[in-house]
Nanobody, 123 residues
Framework: QFDLVESGGGLVQPGGSLRLSCVTSGFTLASVSIGWFRQAPGKEREGVSFINRGASTHYADSVKGRFTISRDNAKNTVTLQMNNLKPEDTAVYYC?????????????????WGQGTQVTVSL
């Protein structure tokens, strides 16, 4: 069984921060690349941040400078630190894994997905 479980979502005010965690099981985290995606109601799923097996990272322009992705292979955990949150960040956030060794932002290249965690940014 190959599982990814997201946690850490919640309701925050604009300008606030959240830390999302993606805990993996059934495979070795060091052997895969991880992407964070988000999907708001009525909108397409979009890539947010990515980290490959070598810990290189990539961010969508909309979150660059505000979000930070990191990984702890020993704990099988990937973290997305989200600062200065905006209402437009409101969405369900998903983590996903791919065996692709380089960074890819294409959702179709990701083989395993978590069930998501809700992030709501509102007054």
């Amino acid at each position: 069984q190959f599982d990814l479980v997201e946690s850490g979502g919640g309701l925050v005010q604009p300008g606030g921060s959240l830390r999302l965690s993606c805990v993996t099981s059934g495979f070795t985290l060091a052997s895969v690349s991880i992407g964070w995606f988000r999907q708001a109601p009525g909108k397409e799923r979009e890539g947010v941040s990515f980290i490959n097996r070598g810990a290189s990272t990539h961010y969508a322009d909309s979150v660059k400078g505000r979000f930070t992705i990191s990984r702890d292979n020993a704990k099988n955990t990937v973290t997305l630190q989200m600062n200065n949150l905006k209402p437009e960040d409101t969405a369900v956030y998903y983590c996903a894994a791919t065996a692709t060794p380089w960074i890819t932002t294409n959702p179709s290249t990701y083989d395993y997905w978590g069930q998501g965690t809700q992030v709501t940014v509102s007054l």
